[in-house]
Every structure is written in C-alpha cells, then in structure tokens.
C-alpha cells in the first residue's frame, strides 16, 4: 500500500482547504464571469465544497475532478445532500491528463492544487486545452512574496507529506502565458491566520465543521496509521518564523484566445 498522504485523512474527515478562504473563492468565481448557462469544470474539487456552492448560487453545471476515489465519493454525497446532483458530476481524474474533449468548458477554475501536481506546465496547458476559445482559467494558489528561504522551501515542498511547489507571481504568470492564454488578471494577498480560520467556519458552517473536528478525533483515536501520522507532522513540519511574510496566495486568471 502506499503512503498515505494529508489528503487522505481530508478525504476521511471531509474537509479540504485552500488560502483565502470563501472570500477568496468569490473573488475568483467573479473573476471567471462564470453564468448560469455555464458549464464548468472544478480541477481538484476535494469534497465537492466549492463546486456544491457554484451550482447553488449561479445554477451553473459543474464537473468537478479529483485523484482520490475518497474526495470524489464525499462530494458527491455532499451534492445529494444539498440537492443539485442534477447540476453536479465528480469524477477521478489526473489533472495533468484530463479526460475532456478541447474546447469543451465556459471556464475552467482551482484553488490551492496546481501547486501539488508533478507537472505544473503540463496541468496548466491541460487548463487551457479544455476551455473554449474566449473561456477563462481561474486559480488559486500559494505565492512566494518575497524570496524564500531553504528552510521555507523545504517547509512548503513537505507540507504534510503533500509535496507543494509555489512560484513567485512572475513564475505563475509565465506559466499561464506559456499556455497560450491572454489577458491575464493577478491579484496578490497576505494570508491573515485570523481570517483564515474564521474562513473554516464560513466554509462550512457551525455544523459542519463540528462534524469535520468529529471524524478527525474519531480517526485519530481508531487508527494507528493516522495517529503516528500526525506525530510525524509535528515532528517534521514546524512552521518557519515569519511565514506570513514569504508566502501568500494569488488569484492568476487568463483567458483563452
């Protein structure tokens, strides 16, 4: 069996996270000028949060796409539950090889995961080939401010056994143009851990997030492989002073020609 990685045990728990929260989630929607005659697609969908609140909100039709069976099978029970799994597909998919056709989607959107693909190039030219010429590609993701450290860099590329890789905003917009899109919009924030937290609560409700912090403590206190996990993290993923000063997020969005 191999290594089970932070994404598992969020599978699990029900939960995945990206910077900025919901706020930053609109912001990027907005961005993306996503319409309820839209169809668009998710890459990295996790538990199916932002795409369940896309379909409720706009009315738009959603793919959303994720490498794990167990991200995929917790959104699309949190599609039934909110009722637009008519509006709502999930499917297990490689984002650095999408099983789409070209031209197929109004946008094409992310948060937080194009950092965690092995090919950032190659996800991002997928991004591109599956939007419709004229169609947007929004995301979200960890952005250096400043030149890192080593002890940052090797923080980050860690990040819970996740294996993360950020760029400088200069490096994601070279990424974006290199892909053939245009017209780029780039909006650069600090992450506020406050507003990050409260973001949780935001994200998924009282409730919901009761519900998370349940699953976890269950989790840990049934599982071995979860609990010596944990202690591996704390052990090895000290966060680095001053962190909020090197890395932030931005929001990269470029449209097809």
Known sequence: MSKRTVFDYQAYAGHTKHLG????TEELVDLCEISSDDEVLEVGCGVGQTAVWLARRIGCRVIGVDNLQGMVERA?????RAGVEERVEFRVANIIDLPFEDDRFDAVFGESITVFATDHAKAIKEYARVVKPGGLVGLNES??????SPELIAWLSQDMAANATAHTAEEWEGLLESAGLQDLVVRISKVDTRKEVLGLFRR???GGFL???GR?????LRNPEYRNFVRETR???IIPENTQDYLGYGLYIGRKP
Do not use: S
């Not at 699309?76 to 039934?80: F, L, Y």
């Not at 952005?143 to 890192?148: D, G, K, N, S, V």
């Open 143 to 148: 952005t250096w401010l400043q030149p890192p």
């Open 204 to 206: 998924y409700g009282c």
């Open 235 to 237: 052990e090895g993923g």
């Open 211 to 213: 519900q998370i912090i």
């Open 76 to 80: 699309r029970e949190r599609a039934e």
């Open 21 to 24: 929260g919901m706020a930053a």
């Open 216 to 220: 976890a403590l269950t989790l840990y």
